[in-house]
């Protein structure tokens, strides 16, 4: 099959960028899509160009780094597309994606998926108030808004997204009301080993919790948010201390504030792998649900290549390299001579990957966090199914993702599943006792994002259409 | 259809257990467009169809039963000529389709395309939700003291002692009699019994809006067939007819197929315009076993009297709940109501 391009990459966050350089060197035709207008992906999310003369941070240079060497290099990049459907055939992917409302295909050789990650809220009772907002989510309207949300913050989660939170709140003018984290100070020193491979990071982290200190914001380490309260948006949250497999225990107490940035951690954003044809295996050291790999991006599928953070949450650091070691597979797969060194990419990639993991335990779920999830708390919020309705379909039968969806629609609304999936498997798993990695994620189908029927069907005469001869009488 | 005959064998005051490779209901019967439309059905299978009808009925909101009536759409003089000929016959194997001016379609469906040309009615037709019928069987096999094993997969049956072992990776089962009910799966079951049946697999495929305003409250479908659509309680537009995805049984689940997903919706947003706009949240696709003759499997393996096999019933999901019964009484000796559908007959050679 003669294809439109090479290799295409889909995602442009450190992955998919580098990924995409590294193969256009090699002198093949590269086409790199993706949801957002500039590259950068969400770590290095492009500012609003309204704003491009503000305050430089460490995300916005290297972003800009990475977008200025995209636009001076071969890569065609596609941005402010969507893509919804892959299409395998013997020798080639169809990528099918919208582009202002026109749905178009691209077929390529070689196909290298960088989607990365996403994050996972535990529901707890008013999460779906007005002023709640994920801390991933924060991120992305500070990096891209430069504006802080609400006036007064909690912010409450695990990781160090917490204080990369609070810290850029306050730097854009917000106030932060405390910050109410389920790891605890042990969990941190555990860590610390592997942070002294990345001292740079290290110290920037350290800097955000020295400003908390001294803007005396209080930390609750081993604490969680367990409820927000407000009529119709935040006005406090309840929060308390937790247990080592974070069981809330002890005295509610409660902080006022009027916004709150939850995050239980990243998971892979895996459903392109999916469609692509990969299978999934469970690793809950790098967010649960992963694709199956090999060395260097490599997967069951012939020609298709996966890096970064949705091969498995290791962090920017590693999936920069990661890219890089995909985009030299791809290269490899289609026949070019490889000249780059592969056992110092694969050294520096094991050496970013062990920081990015270290930092990725701190979101292991535990057991006592389904408690946070009450009866009555809305689970599946695009349909508005509470976790008593999940385990009462589970009481009458239902064992498996795939039958609660059907039995309660638990996943059927515009998101697809996208957001509570995770909170789903875990009620699964947590009623039936066994594992959660026997309780597989429903099968992924197409649309991958919400495509309206025109832009589906596209133009076309009603003669045109391919009636067959109708169905036997 | 292997639930609804296991009911009636309990009924019937025979032990069953039902094994499956995945959940119950999750094939066919769980994955399609769960139109329930007379004006779909071939002429020799109306009788099945209008008890099937009976069945869904029966079952009501427990699976999402909706009698709306359905229209059937042509938008050429050709679709015209094609639709009075097909709706004819079926009107005079008894089903209640009628013609309708366009004055009475557009008064009862204003939001349809304006190019209708004519049209036809069948007031029993309507809905039910099909993601519904894994739990509604779990539950009425439950209340019958009917046992099933789910994610049991089938590694090989052998003779055991009064009957049949079958085995799966870690247990085992023995039954006097079996029964192969297994949709699109059932060309490897049965070929483990050394008979290779003609069956093949259709890959239909079906899309969901997401929740709309109100635009139709009827089944609506084309002359062709190639379009069934409806608007469920909840708001979303289920759109389905059996356009064709790819992949096959052995292989696992589907695969929706572009140009086959444009095409299904191209001739949904020409039937009612005022869709266009609609967010599509999800197409997939089933799979729907056929034989050449495209008529039922219902009877006895060839070469076995303690063998049966049910399933390649063309509209399936309407008739599964009746023809199961049957099957269910033809395993208990007893007389059917209607007549079933000999597995060991001849086949045409050539296969559409």
């Not at chain 1, 790199?32 to 240079?61: C, F, H, N, Y």
């Not at chain 1, 960088?114 to 991120?139: F, H, K, Y």
């Not at chain 2, 699109?184 to 050394?194: E, I, P, V």
């Amino acid at each position: 099959m003669i294809t439109d391009t090479d290799i295409a990459v889909i995602g442009a966050g450190p992955a998919g960028c580098n990924a995409a350089l590294l193969a256009a060197e090699y002198d093949f035709s590269v086409v790199m899509l993706d949801e957002q207008v500039s590259p950068g992906g969400q770590v290095w999310r492009a500012k609003s160009p309204a704003i491009l003369s503000a305050p430089e941070t460490p995300e916005s240079v290297a972003g800009e780094s990475v977008r200025n060497a995209i636009s001076q290099s071969n890569v065609t990049h596609l941005g402010g597309v969507r893509v919804w459907h892959i299409e395998r055939s013997e020798d080639a992917f169809v990528i099918h994606y919208e582009n202002a409302g026109v749905s178009i295909s691209l077929s390529c050789r070689c196909l290298v998926i960088a989607t990365g990650a996403r994050e996972t809220i535990q529901p707890i009772p008013g999460w779906t108030l007005p002023g709640v907002v994920g801390m991933a989510g924060a991120t992305s309207i500070f990096k891209q808004d430069l504006i802080p949300i609400g006036s007064k913050m909690v912010v409450s989660g695990t990781g160090p997204l917490v204080f990369f939170v609070a810290a850029e709140q306050q730097r854009l003018g917000g106030e932060v009301a405390a910050i109410v984290t389920s790891n605890t100070l042990l969990d941190w020193i555990k860590a610390l080993p592997a942070m002294l491979l990345r001292p740079g990071l290290l110290f920037r982290g350290l800097r955000w919790i020295t400003a908390m200190y001294v803007n005396r914001i209080p930390i609750y380490w081993g604490h969680t948010v367990t409820r927000v309260e407000g009529e119709s948006s935040v006005s406090r949250v309840e929060f308390k201390k937790i247990s080592k497999d974070w069981t809330p225990q002890g005295q509610p107490r409660f902080i006022e504030c009027d916004c709150v940035s939850l995050g239980s951690g990243l998971i892979s954003a895996f459903e392109s792998f999916q469609l692509a044809g990969i299978s999934l295996e469970h690793n809950s050291d790098l967010g649960g649900w992963i694709p199956k790999q090999e060395q260097d991006g490599r997967t069951n599928v012939g020609g298709c290549f996966i890096c970064g953070d949705g091969a498995g949450i290791r962090g920017s650091l590693a999936a920069e390299t990661h890219g890089k070691l995909a985009g030299l597979s791809a290269v490899a797969f289609l026949g070019a001579k490889i000249n780059h060194s592969i056992v110092k990419l694969r050294r520096e990639y094991t050496r970013a990957a062990s920081f990015g993991e270290a930092m990725s335990k701190l979101s292991i779920p535990r057991p006592g966090l389904t408690k946070l999830t009450t009866a009555k708390t809305v689970v599946c919020r695009c349909e508005g199914i509470t976790r008593a309705e999940i385990e009462d379909e589970m009481n009458l039968g239902a064992q498996s993702t795939i039958s609660v969806k059907s039995g309660v629609r638990a996943g059927m609304g515009p998101c697809g599943g996208k957001f509570c999936q995770t909170a789903i498997t875990d009620l699964i798993a947590k009623t039936k006792s066994c594992p959660v990695s026997q309780i597989a994620p429903p099968t992924a189908r197409p649309p991958l994002r919400p495509i309206s029927v025109n832009t589906l069907a596209g133009d076309f005469d009603y003669s045109d259409l391919p009636i067959s001869k109708p169905s036997p009488l | 259809m292997g639930c609804a005959s296991a009911l009636q064998m309990a009924e019937g005051g025979m032990k069953s257990i039902v094994l499956d490779q995945g959940d119950l209901g999750q094939g066919a019967s769980g994955v399609n467009a769960g139109t329930l439309s007379l004006q779909i059905k071939r002429v020799k299978l109306m009788p099945y169809a209008i008890r099937g009808h009976q069945e869904w009925e029966s079952m009501g909101d427990a699976v999402g039963f909706r009698k709306t009536g359905g229209y059937t759409l042509a938008f050429t003089d050709h679709e015209a000529e094609l639709l009075h000929e097909r709706m004819s016959l079926k009107a005079e194997a008894g089903a209640p389709i009628e013609f309708v001016s366009n004055s009475a379609l557009r008064e009862a469906e204003p939001n349809l395309a304006d190019q209708v040309v004519a049209a036809s009615y069948c007031a029993e037709d309507g809905y039910a939700n099909s993601s519904l019928t894994g739990q509604f069987y779990r539950a009425r096999l439950k209340q019958q003291g009917v046992q099933y094993r789910e994610g049991f997969k089938l590694l090989g049956v052998e003779a055991g002692n009064d009957g049949y072992v079958i085995r799966s990776a870690n247990t085992t089962v023995s039954a006097r009699k079996l029964l192969f009910s297994a949709g699109a799966w059932l060309k490897s079951l049965t070929a483990l019994m050394g008979v290779e049946l003609p069956v093949q697999a259709r890959v239909n495929t079906v899309s969901v809006t997401e929740r709309l305003p109100m635009l139709t409250r009827s089944v609506i479908g084309h002359a062709t067939g190639l379009l069934t659509m409806k608007q469920k309680a909840n708001g979303t537009l289920l759109i389905g007819g059996g356009w064709q995805g790819r992949g096959t049984p052995e292989q696992g689940r589907g695969q929706v197929d572009t140009d086959s997903l444009r095409s299904n919706l191209a001739l949904a947003r020409h039937a009612l315009p005022a869709a266009e706009n609609a967010r599509i949240l999800r197409s997939w696709t089933g799979f729907e076993a056929h034989v050449p003759d495209f008529y039922p499997l219902a009877g006895k393996l060839p070469g076995y009297e303690d063998v049966f096999v049910l399933g390649c019933v063309r509209g399936g999901y309407t008739i599964g709940p009746y023809i199961g019964k049957l099957m269910g009484d033809y395993i208990l000796e007893r007389t059917t109501e209607l007549p079933l559908f000999n597995p060991g007959r001849s086949f045409p050679e050539v296969v559409v």
